[in-house]
């Protein structure tokens, strides 16, 4: 089976492409790099010992994109390709808009037009917006507070119509919760350029010595020791659920939170990371960021049912092989 990839250089899809390689299926990749790099493409070469076909397109550029679906016999489709800063989406929101959205028409069509129906797409726990209970399940409402959470919410819509319109595709939607962690090789993972926005970059960063101190956000939260609470999950449990999303025999339009069902506060996670990678993560707390809420964690029993979706990572994991990542990738 032949699966394109979009976005398969960045992160998520990065592990992804070597759970879908590992477990015998054939990948296209199209990714513009706009947020990863080419050598990712060697790196997942070295851990699976297997070779994508890599085109490194615009999926804005419909030309570009029809030729990929005209050459390449497709059979299905993993989404990942699109801009995903919450805080640039505020200060851009064209770009996000035109991005995120363009590149979905554009991929839909094609598939539309070439008769390719499976997609499998990368929704976010941001669509939840503010969740009236914990945990949260795919039936809550759904709000955004931001255009990146916006074109997420659009897509979502912009698939349900397309599934009414034409009930030969078969769509699967995954909202993550917040992934974190890296591949064991210390190979692939997660070094934004710049001063991350996300907590775990952020503590890595500290860890290493290249920002002073991490500013906790508030730790004036409902929650049990005041700071945020979130579903961190490791990037490589994550990744497989997409290859089980591939999988399953279940046809139509099917929503999944892939989340570990556990929240974790900020202190937790830092306090973790400590410990497990015997360093120090200098700390100060800050007031709240605007935007954030106090807790957040899924509720993963559809998955685990309908997809056979569990967890086998743990948080020290996740500590571990960020910091293992990192560390394996500049010159400490
Ligand atoms: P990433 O930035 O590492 O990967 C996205 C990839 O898409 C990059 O390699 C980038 O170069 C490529 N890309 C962007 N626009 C493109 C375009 N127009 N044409 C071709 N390639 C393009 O991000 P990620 O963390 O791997 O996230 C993957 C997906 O999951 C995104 O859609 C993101 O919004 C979603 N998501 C991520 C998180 C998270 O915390 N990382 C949480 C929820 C949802
Ligand atoms: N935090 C800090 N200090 C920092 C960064 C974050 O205290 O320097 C706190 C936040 O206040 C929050 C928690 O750490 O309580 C997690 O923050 P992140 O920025 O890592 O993650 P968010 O939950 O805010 O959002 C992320 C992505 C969104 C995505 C969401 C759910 O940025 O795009 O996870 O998947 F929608």
Do not use: W
Not at 55 to 83: M, N, P, R, T
Not at 163 to 168: E, G, H, I, L, R
């Amino acid at each position: 089976m032949k699966v394109l990839v979009t976005g398969g250089c960045g992160y998520i899809g990065s592990h992804t492409v070597v759970d879908l390689l590992n477990d015998g299926y054939e990948v296209i990749i199209v990714d513009n790099l706009s947020n990863s790099k080419i050598e990712v493409l060697d790196k997942i070469k070295k851990i699976t010992g297997k070779s994508v076909t890599f085109y490194q397109y615009d999926l804005c550029d419909k030309e570009k994109l029809e030729s990929v679906f005209a050459k390449e016999k497709i059979d299905a489709v993993i989404h990942f390709a699109g801009l995903k800063a919450v805080g640039e989406s505020v200060q851009k929101p064209l770009m996000y808009y035109e991005n995120n959205l363009f590149s979905t028409i554009n991929l839909l069509e094609m598939m539309q037009k070439y008769k390719v129906y499976k997609i499998v797409f990368s929704s976010s726990a941001t669509v939840y917006g503010s969740p009236k209970s914990l945990p949260i399940k795919e039936d809550f409402p759904l709000s955004t507070t931001n255009p990146y959470g916006t074109t997420k919410l659009m897509i979502e819509n912009i698939l349900t119509d397309l599934y009414k319109a034409d009930n030969s595709f078969d769509i699967t939607i995954l909202r993550y919760f917040n992934p974190i962690g890296a591949h064991k090789s210390g190979l692939l993972g997660e070094d934004p350029n710049g001063i991350p926005n996300n907590l775990m970059p952020y503590i890595v960063k500290v860890a290493t010595g290249d920002l002073p101190i991490l500013s906790i956000f508030g730790d004036d939260y409902d929650t049990e020791d005041g700071t945020g609470v979130r579903d961190y999950i490791h990037v490589c449990d994550l990744s497989y659920g997409h290859v089980l999303a591939l999988k399953n025999p279940q046809n139509g339009l099917k929503i999944y939170n892939l989340g570990t069902g556990k929240g974790t506060s900020v202190l937790e996670l830092v306090t973790m990371f400590e410990k497990v990678n015997n360093v120090k993560v200098n700390r100060q707390i800050a007031k709240r960021r605007e935007g954030d809420i106090a807790s957040c964690y899924a509720s993963n029993e559809k998955a685990h049912k309908e997809l056979g979706f569990t967890c086998k990572y743990t948080l020290e994991d996740m500590c571990k092989d960020s910091y293992n990542y990192v560390k394996k990738n500049t010159n400490l």
